[in-house]
């Protein structure tokens, strides 16, 4: 079984930048395929990005490329989401999920383990 606790939310200005933390245990975290995905009041749960095993490929969703980086440290078990020029339209709560398969999946059905989330608000 696979845990994952995510930090790093919390309530920012527009314009501001936030790094997202995901810390992973149970499971050797290198065999483990690492996504982020958000979910806004009323709304479903979105991709915003992925990361393979390795952290040689990076996958995001239209709507944040550009100002989301993904990235991992595997030697501390930790997958990161670096948002920057964040906007009010960016406040959500951000999961992060992990799946044992090799492809950076982009649909939440396809995520075996999840995080509590970490909630991002971003004022005007």
């Known amino acids: 079984q696979v845990q994952l606790v995510e930090s790093g939310g919390g309530l920012v200005q527009a314009g501001d930048s936030l790094r997202l933390s995901c810390a992973a245990s149970g499971r050797t975290f290198s065999s483990l395929t690492m996504g982020w995905f958000r979910q806004a009041p009323g709304k479903e749960r979105d991709f915003v990005a992925a990361?393979?095993?390795?952290?040689?490929?990076?996958y995001y969703a239209d709507s944040v490329r550009g100002r989301f980086t993904i990235s991992r440290d595997n030697a501390k078990n930790t997958v990161y989401l670096q948002i920057n020029s964040l906007k009010p339209e960016d406040t959500a709560v951000y999961y992060c999920a992990a799946r044992g398969g090799n492809y950076p999946a982009r649909t939440r059905y396809e995520y075996d383990y999840w995080g509590q989330g970490t909630q991002v608000t971003v004022s005007s």
């Open positions: 990361i393979t095993k390795s952290g040689g490929s990076t």
